[in-house]
Each structure stands twice: as C-alpha cells, then as structure tokens.
C-alpha cells in the first residue's frame, strides 16, 4: 500500500535526509540545488530522482555566473514506492545519496556495486 504524506511532510524528509549528509562531503557540493516536484519527466514515470547538472568531475575551473545544478526528487513515485513511513525516510535518503553522487562523478554502475542504485 503506497504511503500518503503531504508536500510539506515530504519536504521535511528530503530536508533531514540532507542534513545526514556529512559536513565534510556537504561543503564540497557547490552549486546545486534540490528541488521536490510532485512527478518525474512523462518519458519516465518511475524515476525517483534525478541529477540535472555538470558534474564536478567534468567542470573547468569556478562556475562563475551559471545556474546551479539541480536534483530533483520525486514525490509521487517515492510515495508509491514505500509500504510505510520509515522505509519511505530511507528511500529518500537513499535517492539524494545518489543524486549528490552523481554531482561528484559518480556513475550508475559504482553506485550499484555500493548498493545505492
């Protein structure tokens, strides 16, 4: 059965997911912004994340007057995803891990093999 939570109670998910980060990975993520959006792109509906950006791996120097990298986290599919609230907290994390991974030049298939793909 899919959790039902509200926008709001999601958001603070996402917010102490991040604040799980350790500060010493937090203060080299530079530029990026996370963003809640209720569903993912229509091309694919079971996305529960996604980094949007340049990775650090790939960046040429300060990044200047450009816009920040964004991670996106998708409510709908993690509710549908999650049978209950704390796996739904543990999803989230996960998700972010992920995504802030990729900002780091991280690829999908290290992060199958450290379990978080």
């Known amino acids: 059965m ?3 939570m509200g926008r709001e109670e999601f958001e603070r998910l996402v917010d102490a997911a991040l604040d799980e980060i350790p500060d010493e990975l937090a203060s080299l993520i530079r530029n990026v912004v996370v963003l809640v959006e209720d569903d993912p792109p229509a091309d694919d509906p079971d996305l529960l994340g996604l980094y949007d950006g340049v ?3 790939e ?3 300060e990044p200047g ?3 920040p990298d ?3 986290v998708f409510r709908h599919p993690l509710l549908d995803f999650c049978d209950d609230e704390a ?3 543990e999803e ?3 998700t ?3 995504e802030v991974a990729h900002h780091f030049g991280i690829d999908d298939d290290r992060l199958h093999a450290l379990g978080y793909a």
């Open 2 to 4: 899919p959790v039902e």
């Open 87 to 89: 796996q739904l907290a």
């Open 70 to 72: 964004r991670i996106f």
């Open 92 to 94: 989230v994390r996960i």
């Open 96 to 98: 972010l891990v992920h």
């Open 59 to 61: 960046r040429g120097g």
């Open 55 to 57: 990775a650090l791996t």
């Open 65 to 67: 007057m450009v816009l």
